[in-house]
């Protein structure tokens, strides 16, 4: 799909959602002025666009040959980056209310957040292995590998992220657990519930050319949406999203490019 058919379909797709008087449906704040309104339902759908409609059109695609070596770091980031201009760019169309409300991010006990968020990262990065063993055995992903066949070929574009410097993926793990988080629990979990959120979550995470691992970021998106249902307090998630990543990206997937 090309970035404005992306675009048409996330039109249609925030235009229902604000419209709608029940799920699913974003419930989002006054404005003052029309305009204003107009703006922001706009910079939300180039958002959609760009992190969940064109993802998740790639799905049972080859993920895409990205030379990463030859990225820029700004290139590198320009996700988190269109993550944060859309929160900004809401934030300031909506009127300026209090920034740490708007985004639930609360300061008040940070060693109580810190342990709070790697309880949940590592309780969470658990029952995601476990979810997707148990799924991978109910439908046999893996079967053949167990049984000597031939090993599914890991993406190159996973290959490309395991092999960046140290720096630059832990700037990486860091990055995701602030902005995404910011994005998907603070702004949209907080207008249009767990469920909606964790879909378009993991939309976001579609074009790896690794469906299966969807299940593991659907499974992970939900314990991250109970843990903020629960505090109303985004900085917990951010522990726990960043320690899920770095267990993923300093472990598990370099041990799955070894192996292969």
Request: glycine share 10%; aromatic share 10%.
């Amino acid at each position: 799909m090309s970035l404005l058919g992306a675009l048409l379909v996330s039109a249609v797709l925030t235009a229902g959602l604000t419209s709608r008087d029940a799920w699913p449906r974003l419930v989002v704040e006054q404005f003052p002025g029309a305009v204003r309104r107009l703006l922001a339902y706009l910079v939300l759908t180039f958002a959609l666009a760009v992190t969940a409609v064109l993802p998740l059109s790639r799905i049972g695609h080859p993920a895409p040959d990205i030379d990463l070596a030859r990225l820029s770091t700004p290139e590198l980031f320009l996700g988190h980056a269109i993550l944060a201009g859309s929160l900004l760019a809401w934030w300031a169309l909506a009127g300026f209310r209090p920034l740490a409300a708007f985004l639930h991010l609360r300061l008040d006990d940070p060693r109580q957040q810190l342990r709070t968020g790697i309880k949940v990262g590592l309780g969470g990065w658990l029952i995601t292995m476990l979810t997707m063993t148990l799924i991978g055995g109910l439908f046999g992903v893996g079967r053949d590998v167990a049984s000597g066949g031939v090993k599914p070929e890991i993406p190159q574009m996973v290959r490309a992220i395991v092999a960046l410097p140290f720096a630059t993926k832990l700037a990486l793990v860091l990055s995701a657990g602030f902005f995404e988080e910011l994005f998907f629990r603070s702004f949209l979990q907080a207008r249009g519930g767990l469920v909606l959120s964790t879909l378009l979550f993991t939309a976001s995470h579609a074009s790896y050319g690794m469906p299966f691992m969807l299940v593991g970021v659907f499974t992970v998106s939900v314990v991250l949406g109970r843990a903020f249902e629960r505090r109303a307090d985004v900085v917990p998630c951010m522990v726990a999203h960043a320690l899920f990543d770095a267990i993923q990206l300093f472990v598990i997937l370099p041990l799955v490019v070894a192996s292969g």
